[in-house]
C-alpha cells in the first residue's frame, strides 16, 4: 500500500526574498524550522510516525526529536448543548495576545532575539523582563493545560520550560489541550467547514452550519457529534504529534502495531485518517438512516437499505463497492467508496485507500463497523445542499451524473492536505502578479501591496507509481469568503462546475483547485489624521491650554493596572499629538503652545521609560514555562488583568494601546 508517497509540493524549500516577511509568529508557533520543511528527527527511525513510505508498527513512541516551529489561526464555535462559555470556574480559554504585547509594539520586535529554530532544544533569547516559573505563582501549567495530550517530543526536558516551542497561545486547536469537561471531551475546535472534539478513545466530527441557530440578535452554529470515528481496538494513548499554521495532528495509540491518526487541515472539505492495523468503527449523532454504493452514470444512489425489492440481494457496482445483504440482521458492504445518511438528513460519502468490509447494523443502525483490521487512508467528505437552494435532505438523489460538486469529490479524493504554511511579501504595482484590483492611479505611483501565499503539503491515498494520473490530480480545498473576493478566478470553481455549497458561520466556502494559492491585495495608508479644517484662533487657543493643563493633571498613575496604565499612556500620547497638529497651525510668534509638543514627547518618554523598566506596581515578566509575557497581576490571579496571566485580553483596552503605538512615529519625527 502506497499511502505515504512523500509530498512533491515544490514550494516546500523556497527560501523568502529579503523583502518576504518570515513565517514564524511568537503566539502561533510550529513544530517545524524556519526552512518550511519539517524539521529532521536524528536517530529516531520513521517508525514513530504515520508519514513516510509505508505505514509500518513502532514501539518508538517515546523518543525525543529535534522539532522546530511556526504558527496557526484561531477560530471559535459554540457547544451544541449550551449557548452559554464555559462555567468561570473553569480555566480561561486560552486564545487573545496579551494587551502587553500591543502596548510594546515594535519595541519588542527590537529587543526580543527570536530562538534559532534549527536548534532542537533552543533558546528563549534576550528577554528583558524577569524570567518567572508560573508554579511559583500557584498557576502551574497543568492548571489549565492536559501535558499528557503532548507527544513526548513536543516538551522541553530543560526546566522551567514546558515545550521546546513558545507555545502558541492564539492557535486554533488550543481548546483540544484545555482540561477537558465532565465527560472526558474536549472543547470544539473550528477546522473549516467542519468542528471536532476528541476523548479518550474517539474523535467526533461535526458540519456545525447543519445545525445553525439563527435568533432576534445572534446566529450560532451549534457543536452536534453527526459522525465519531473509533476503532475497536482501545487506545491506550493520544496526543498533538505537530502543528503548523493549517493543521493540527492527532494521533490514537493502541499498541505499538495498531494506531490511527488524522491531519485536520483548514479548507478541506474531507475529514482524513490514517490506520494502521486498526478497525474503525463510525457512529451517527442518532441513527444512520442507510448504507449505499455511490451510483453511476445510469442511476441514481440507491438505497438498498430500504429498497424492499433489494431484501437478501447482492449487487456490484464495477469493482468500486458492493452490497450483501444476505444477513438479515446486517447489511455487508465491500470497496472503496461508500455513502451512509443519518437521520438528521445529513450524507456522507468515504474513500478508503485499499478496499475494505464495512458491517451495519441494521437492528440499531447505530454503527459501521470494518469487520477486520485495516491498514491505509480513509476520507470522509459531508454531500451538502446544491446552490439551487435544495434542502438538506435533497441531497439523497445526487448523484455522479447529476451533481457537478459530488463528481469533484470523488474526482479529488485521491490527494491530500498534511499541513500548510501562510507567507507573505510586500511588493509595489510593478510586480505584483495575481488579477487583483489595482488602487486609483493618482496613488499608483506610491502604493504598496502584499501577497498572501498558502501553500499545502500534499500526500497521495495510492501508490502513484503504479497510477502516474492519480499523481497530477489537484488538490482540492475551501476558501473563506474574504480570501474568494481577492483570488484569482482561475483557481476558483465556480457554481457551474461545482454545485454543492459548504456553509460555515463567515458564510459560503468558494472551492480552490491546487495546493498553492496567492492573493494580492494592496496596502492602505490610513493616517492618523482625518481631513483638518481651518480653527479660528480663540478655539486653537481654547483647546491648547486644556491640553497644557491636563499635561500637568492628568498623568499616568505608577500603581494603575497593566490595562489602565496603557490607556493612560495612550491619553498622552494623543493630547501630544493634538497639541503638535495645532501648534502647526498657530502664530507661533510670542505663542505659548510653542513647546507644548516637546513637554508632552517628554513625558510620554518618561512614563514609557518607566512601563518598559518595569517601575510599575503591575510589571512585565516573562512566563519561562510558555515563552511569554504577562503581567504580574495576572500571574497573581486568573482574573486580574482581563485573564492576562493565561493569555487572554480585551478589544477595548487593545484598541487603546494600538492608537499608541501608530501615534508614537508621528510625535518622533
Known amino acids: 500500500m502506497g499511502a505515504g508517497n512523500k509530498n512533491n509540493n515544490s514550494n516546500e524549500a523556497v527560501s523568502l526574498s529579503a523583502r518576504s516577511r518570515p513565517q514564524y509568529h511568537y503566539f502561533y508557533g510550529s513544530t517545524e524550522d524556519g526552512s518550511g520543511v519539517e524539521a529532521e528527527v536524528p536517530d529516531v527511525d520513521n517508525d514513530d510516525s504515520l508519514f513516510g513510505e509505508e505505514l509500518v508498527p513502532t514501539d518508538r513512541e517515546d523518543e525525543p526529536s529535534t522539532l522546530g516551529e511556526r504558527d496557526l489561526p484561531h477560530l471559535i464555535i459554540t457547544n451544541g448543548d449550551s449557548s452559554k462559555p464555559p462555567p468561570r470556574d473553569r480555566p480561561y480559554p486560552i486564545g487573545l495576545v496579551?494587551?502587553?504585547?500591543?502596548?510594546?509594539?515594535?519595541?519588542?520586535?527590537?529587543?526580543?532575539?527570536?530562538?534559532?529554530?534549527s536548534d532542537p532544544m533552543p533558546a528563549y533569547g534576550f528577554v528583558p523582563y524577569t524570567h518567572v516559573d508560573r508554579s511559583a505563582y500557584d498557576d502551574p501549567v497543568e492548571n489549565f493545560l492536559a501535558m499528557d495530550l503532548f507527544h513526548p517530543t513536543l516538551l522541553s526536558e530543560t526546566i522551567?520550560?514546558?515545550?521546546i516551542f513558545p507555545f502558541p497561545t492564539g492557535a486554533?486547536?488550543?481548546?483540544?489541550?484545555?482540561?477537558?469537561?465532565?465527560?472526558?471531551?474536549?472543547?470544539?475546535i473550528v477546522v473549516y467547514p467542519y468542528a471536532y472534539k476528541w476523548s479518550d478513545s474517539y474523535l467526533q466530527l461535526s458540519y456545525p452550519a447543519a445545525h445553525r441557530v439563527v435568533e432576534k440578535l445572534s446566529i450560532r452554529d451549534a457543536f452536534e457529534p453527526d459522525i465519531t470515528i473509533s476503532t475497536l481496538e482501545d487506545a491506550q494513548n493520544r496526543y498533538?504529534?505537530?502543528?503548523?499554521?493549517?493543521?493540527?495532528?492527532?494521533?490514537?495509540?493502541?499498541?505499538?502495531?495498531?494506531?490511527?491518526?488524522?491531519?485536520?487541515?483548514?479548507?478541506?472539505?474531507?475529514?482524513?485518517?490514517?490506520?494502521?492495523?486498526?478497525?474503525?468503527?463510525?457512529?451517527?449523532?442518532?441513527?444512520?438512516?442507510?448504507?449505499?454504493?455511490?451510483?453511476d452514470d445510469n442511476e441514481k444512489f440507491s438505497d438498498f437499505t430500504d429498497n424492499a425489492e433489494a431484501e437478501g440481494s447482492r449487487r456490484r457496482l464495477f469493482g468500486v463497492c458492493s452490497i450483501d445483504e444476505s444477513d438479515k440482521k446486517s447489511t455487508t458492504i465491500r470497496g472503496v467508496q461508500f455513502i451512509f445518511k443519518n437521520a438528521e438528513g445529513l450524507s456522507w460519502i468515504m474513500f478508503a485507500s485499499e478496499p475494505m468490509n464495512l458491517v451495519f447494523d441494521t437492528a440499531t443502525r447505530t454503527t459501521i463497523k470494518s469487520s477486520a483490521k485495516f491498514t491505509g487512508i480513509i476520507r470522509l467528505a459531508h454531500i451538502p445542499e446544491t446552490n439551487s437552494n435544495q434542502t438538506v435532505s435533497d441531497s439523497d438523489e445526487k448523484t455522479a451524473d447529476s451533481s457537478t460538486g459530488l463528481r469533484r469529490l470523488i474526482y479529488h479524493a485521491g490527494v491530500y492536505p498534511t499541513g500548510g504554511q501562510v507567507s507573505w511579501e510586500f511588493h509595489s504595482p510593478a510586480s505584483?502578479?495575481?488579477?487583483?484590483?489595482?488602487?486609483?492611479?493618482?496613488?499608483?505611483?506610491?502604493?504598496?501591496?502584499?501577497?498572501?501565499?498558502?501553500?499545502?503539503?500534499?500526500?497521495?491515498?495510492?501508490?502513484?507509481?503504479h497510477i502516474p494520473n492519480e499523481a497530477a490530480k489537484p488538490l482540492l480545498m475551501l476558501a473563506l469568503p474574504h480570501h474568494s473576493n481577492v483570488l484569482p478566478t482561475n483557481v476558483m470553481l465556480r457554481s457551474k462546475k461545482f454545485d454543492l455549497v459548504f456553509h460555515s458561520i463567515k458564510g459560503p466556502l468558494t472551492p480552490v483547485v491546487g495546493s498553492t494559492w496567492s492573493y494580492t491585495e494592496p496596502l492602505v495608508d490610513i493616517g492618523v489624521d482625518g481631513p483638518f479644517k481651518e480653527i479660528d484662533p480663540k478655539i486653537r487657543r481654547q483647546i491648547l491650554e486644556q491640553i497644557d493643563d491636563d499635561l500637568d493633571q492628568l498623568l499616568p498613575t505608577s500603581a494603575e493596572n497593566i490595562y489602565g496604565f496603557g490607556k493612560q499612556i495612550s491619553r498622552l500620547a494623543q493630547l501630544t499629538h493634538i497639541s503638535k497638529k495645532l501648534h502647526k497651525d498657530a502664530d507661533q510668534t510670542n505663542d505659548f503652545s510653542t513647546g507644548l509638543?516637546?513637554?508632552?514627547?517628554?513625558?510620554?518618554?518618561?512614563?514609557?521609560?518607566?512601563?518598559?523598566?518595569?517601575?510599575?506596581?503591575?510589571?512585565l515578566v516573562f512566563d519561562s514555562n510558555l515563552g511569554g509575557l504577562v503581567s504580574s497581576n495576572g500571574l497573581l490571579d486568573t482574573a486580574e488583568d482581563f485573564g492576562n496571566g493565561r493569555y487572554n485580553g480585551t478589544f477595548d483596552t487593545s484598541s487603546s494601546s494600538s492608537l499608541l503605538g501608530e501615534k508614537i512615529p508621528h510625535l518622533m519625527y
Open 597 to 619: 509638543p516637546e513637554k508632552g514627547t517628554a513625558l510620554l518618554s518618561n512614563y514609557l521609560e518607566m512601563f518598559l523598566s518595569s517601575q510599575v506596581t503591575d510589571k
Open 98 to 117: 496579551p494587551i502587553s504585547m500591543l502596548v510594546l509594539g515594535v519595541v519588542l520586535f527590537l529587543v526580543v532575539v527570536f530562538p534559532n529554530q
Open 240 to 295: 498533538i504529534t505537530k502543528f503548523d499554521p493549517l493543521s493540527v495532528t492527532l494521533r490514537f495509540v493502541s499498541s505499538p502495531g495498531s494506531k490511527w491518526e488524522t491531519s485536520l487541515v483548514q479548507g478541506s472539505p474531507y475529514a482524513t485518517i490514517k490506520v494502521l492495523n486498526a478497525s474503525p468503527i463510525f457512529s451517527p449523532l442518532s441513527k444512520f438512516k442507510s448504507v449505499q454504493c455511490p451510483g
Open 172 to 188: 486554533f486547536w488550543t481548546n483540544l489541550v484545555l482540561k477537558a469537561d465532565e465527560e472526558g471531551l474536549s472543547y470544539p
Open 432 to 465: 505584483s502578479t495575481t488579477g487583483t484590483s489595482t488602487p486609483d492611479t493618482k496613488t499608483q505611483s506610491s502604493a504598496r501591496y502584499a501577497t498572501v501565499t498558502f501553500d499545502y503539503a500534499t500526500q497521495t491515498m495510492l501508490d502513484t507509481s
Open 160 to 163: 522551567p520550560r514546558t515545550f
